[in-house]
């Protein structure tokens, strides 16, 4: 009953909508989207958290339509918000993992569709990942983000808190007032790690430090929706709160998120709040993907939709029998294993890699009992659909200068690899691989994370050790033979490290600080002309980085003295 009654309100809802998209400039609506960086479904009151405190979300919620199952198109932060922002999965945009390549500019952001339409439009940012060179900035007449390179470069800056951010959102609330209708985006990053919420807001979480940064960010939310109301442009804003991905907390033995698909990691939370309150507290269960947040705005702010797109107005009552897409390249990108594709529908979840999964997720929600024991009648639907996918026009991924130091350093920070390179081309979504799943390979997960808690806590030897360990069990781990190139130069052990580094640079692709690394490793061992052809190599990607440039110099300066004093 609950979801014929949402039909109905949904349906008045998206006349609404189309009526203000005829009438004058003026009875245009505006919209806020807010999403929620690290945020599970069930981290919140409102989805059955009974410790929660986000008493101003569960309160939204009461007045929007709740989606129980909404899916992210990928655990991961960038290549999620590229498909809220275009409507698209993952292998059409483009956008596949964090660091890796931006959005092509052939792409038709929210943004741009509401610029084009004479709607003012911003955007707060606050991690670097979602910086203004990944391309989620098309359209954006107002764009703030945190990742000026002189701030990150001294370690500032990488991300803002739900503090700042909001301060920045209502700027440009107040400056957009009456005048105008409005596309406002506002990413909180707050319940991503490392947790530091202020002490106040760990105080309503009981102590629990993910729950606090959840609170934090509910603060801000109630803070916006009062600076709306104060305003007078509540009665006239739509607002669309998302999650990008989840966190599994060990669950399934991922201690954070985007190598594995578990749910853990791909439910998020989805509530649409209409001006006028229609649908209010209605819940619906069909799935539904990150990827509707694009038609559902458009819809909703009455502009032309995007044609072919892959999300589906929520505005709609619920397709029968919809699925959606889910992906994760993190683990062939950077660990030598299988990816990760998959589709999920009201039946069930298929994961495909190089070990195939199915769960019965109405039964087993948890994803404890894998079923891809199951007939050929019950899988083939979702390969098909997968299938069908792939033939999909999609962008043609663009390249980007790859990242440096300073760079790599911040996704480190935040947990991300930041190794891969841009160029590398990826297999099919169906492809067979040769490589693990990752979902078998936990124990390397295990020890991966360990080596990095010793060195992190100062114990670098032991971290040496451990990460030896992970390489010796898996040579392919690209990320694995960053880090312990890196742990044996920060020992004095270049020896060592310059046979790890070499091992890297025989995956292939192009990793400039690890070749100045290797650089640095000939140095130490007088071989100036060796070191100085992986600086060029490095100097060959990043040609206007001063670092590069200084020890070119330098080595062309010691390879001088040397022959002047044969």
């Not at 790859?402 to 930041?418: N, S």
């Not at 492809?431 to 992190?456: L, V």
Request: charged share 20%; with cysteine; aromatic share 8%.
């Amino acid at each position: 009953m609950r979801n014929l009654l949402g039909q109905g309100l949904l349906l008045a809802i998206a006349a609404a909508a189309a009526a203000c998209g005829g009438g004058a400039r003026a009875t245009r609506p505006s919209a806020l989207l807010i999403t929620l960086d690290t945020t599970r479904a069930d981290a919140l009151g409102c989805y059955g958290n009974p410790v929660a405190a986000t008493p101003n979300l569960d309160r939204l919620a009461l007045e929007s339509v709740l989606f129980e199952t909404a899916r992210t198109t990928a655990p991961i932060t960038l290549p999620a918000h590229a498909s809220m922002l275009t409507g698209l999965y993952p292998p059409r945009h483009g956008v596949r993992d964090n660091g890796l390549a931006p959005l092509p500019a052939e792409a038709r952001t929210l943004a741009e569709a509401a610029r084009q339409a004479g709607i003012r439009t911003g955007a707060v940012v606050s991690a670097g990942v979602l910086a203004e060179r990944w391309g989620l900035a098309q359209g954006v007449d107002s764009w703030h983000d945190p990742a000026a390179r002189a701030e990150l470069a001294a370690h500032q800056g990488v991300e803002l808190d739900a503090a700042q951010a909001l301060e920045t959102a209502r700027s440009f609330l107040r400056d957009a007032g009456e005048s105008a209708p409005f596309f406002l985006w506002v990413h909180l990053f707050d319940p991503h790690q490392p947790y530091t919420a202020p002490a106040e807001f760990v105080a309503r979480a009981g102590g629990d430090p993910y729950l606090a940064e959840l609170a934090h960010a509910d603060w801000a939310i109630g803070a916006l929706r009062a600076e709306l109301e104060d305003l007078g442009l509540l009665e006239s804003t739509w607002i669309v709160v998302v999650g990008d991905h989840g966190e599994d907390f060990g669950q399934h033995g991922e201690p954070t998120h985007a190598l594995f698909a578990y749910d853990t990691t791909l439910r998020v939370p989805l509530l649409v709040r209409a001006p006028d309150g229609a649908g209010a507290g209605v819940r619906r269960a069909d799935p539904v993907s990150v990827a509707d947040v694009h038609p559902t705005l458009l819809q909703a702010l009455g502009l032309e939709p995007s044609p072919g797109v892959d999300g589906r107005s929520l505005l709609l009552p619920p397709a029968p029998g919809r699925g959606v897409y889910f992906e994760t390249f993190t683990g062939w990108l950077n660990y030598g294993w299988s990816p990760l594709t998959g589709w999920a529908d009201e039946h069930g979840k298929y994961v495909h890699s190089s070990a195939p999964q199915f769960f019965d997720t109405a039964s087993d929600p948890l994803e404890h009992t894998d079923l891809a024991a199951a007939p050929a009648t019950v899988l083939e639907p979702y390969r098909a659909a997968l299938a069908a996918l792939q033939t999909l026009p999609a962008f043609h991924a663009e390249t980007t200068a790859p990242l440096e130091e300073v760079e790599i350093a911040a996704l480190r920070e935040l947990g991300y690899a930041g190794a891969a390179d841009a160029a590398s081309a990826l297999p099919g979504l169906l492809a067979a691989t040769g490589r693990p799943s990752p979902h078998a390979r936990t124990a390397e997960i295990a020890a991966f994370y360990a080596a990095i808690a010793a060195n992190n806590s100062g114990r670098v030897a032991e971290a040496v050790a451990r990460m030896q360990g992970v390489v010796a069990d898996n040579p392919r781990n690209a990320y694995a033979l960053d880090l312990l190139g890196l742990f044996l130069v920060q020992e004095q052990r270049h020896a060592e490290a310059k046979q790890v580094l070499l091992s890297l640079a025989a995956l292939g692709g192009e990793r400039p600080p690890a070749f100045r690394l290797l650089g640095l490793c000939y140095e130490r061992e007088g071989d100036f002309a060796s070191a100085l052809v992986w600086v060029e190599r490095a100097l060959a990607s990043l040609p206007e980085h001063r670092g590069y440039q200084d020890d070119r110099a330098r080595l062309v300066a010691a390879l001088a003295a040397a022959g002047a004093g044969r």
